[in-house]
């Protein structure tokens, strides 16, 4: 089995209760994770999570910085036509559902967020 992979499935941030604080935490998450130079294998976005590789924002940056040190990072390409911003990703590549399946099938351990 493969490494560890962090998968985006819906949502425009990190928990539920607060509109406010959710985009700063999710935006802290990544950051951090760039900052401790552990990459993580993959990281797959889609339903809404691709929304967060579409537009500058500090979790971007932080993607870019995690995508520098190896990290894959994969927008899921229907999601992206589905919400027309298939030419606004900002961060990792376009990908399909059956790369992300197969993916998180041969990964060791998977993050949902």
Known sequence: RGGEM????????????????GPRLAANLFATLACLGQPRQIIAWYNTGVFLTTRESAIVQALRDLAGRGSTVISCGVCLEHFNLINSLKVGRIGNMYEIINAQRNAAQVIRL
């Open 6 to 21: 962090w998968v985006r499935d819906g949502g425009r941030f990190l928990g539920v209760a607060d509109e406010a604080l």
